[in-house]
Every structure is written in C-alpha cells, then in structure tokens.
Nanobody, 124 residues
Framework: QLKLVESGGGSVQAGGTLRLSCAAS????????MAWFRQAPGRERVLVAM??????TYSDSVKGRFTISEDNAENILYLQMNSLKPEDTAIYHC???????????????????WGQGTQVTVSS
C-alpha cells in the first residue's frame, strides 16, 4: 500500500527550528517529485517546497529559512525549518507526484498521494 506518514511537528517559539519527516512506503522518494504543502486555519492549502528533477523550488515566504531534502537510503523526505515565524503555523502535508518532473507551479491536483499531516505551531 502506498503511504506517506509525516512526523516532527510541534510547538515552538518564534525563531526556533523544527525538522519534519515524511516516511514513504512502497514509493521511492528519489524517483518522484516530492513536496511539502501547508494549510493554516481558515486558509487554502499552499505549496511550501518541492523537489524532483533539478533544483528544489520554494515559496517566497520560506525561501532562505526552509530546506527540503531526501534520504534516499531511508526513503524519507525532510523539511528543515529555521527562523520560524508565527505565520508558519499550519498543518504540514507531504505529497508525491508519480513523476520525477515536478508539476508546473506545484499544481496540487498533480500530486497523487498525500500524508495525513503534522501540526506546526509557532508562538510569538
């Protein structure tokens, strides 16, 4: 069964760090475009970062603070989050597109499998 399971969320103060993990089952992270999305309360889910063929892509709001990476041996996707801000508070989901080239503009409909999400709360 294809599955993505996120972990690593929690509550931190502004300026703190967290590292999210996304463990993939029956799907190779190195062979697919992998992404992190987030959904804040009352807002739409948006792309945070994605990686596949070529350089990773980041949303402007996290560029320079977040880093997406993969451990191909362990088949895990990571999101290192530094200098966290209250506006980073959201549920974070990982997702996989069944292709190495990432969808144009991170179009969510092109990601075929999603994790259940992990909550990140940043207090001021």
């Amino acid at each position: 069964q294809l599955k993505l399971v996120e972990s690593g969320g929690g509550s931190v103060q502004a300026g703190g760090t967290l590292r999210l993990s996304c463990a993939a089952s029956n799907l190779a992270v190195q062979s697919n475009c992998m992404a992190w999305f987030r959904q804040a309360p009352g807002r739409e889910r948006v792309l945070v970062a994605m990686m596949g063929y070529g350089d990773p892509t980041y949303s402007d709001s996290v560029k320079g603070r977040f880093t997406i990476s993969e451990d191909n041996a362990e088949n895990i996707l990571y999101l290192q989050m530094n200098s966290l801000k209250p506006e980073d508070t959201a549920i974070y989901h990982c997702a996989a597109a069944f292709q190495l080239h990432c969808p144009w503009n991170g179009r969510q409909g092109d990601f075929g499998i999603w994790g259940q999400g992990t909550q990140v709360t940043v207090s001021s």
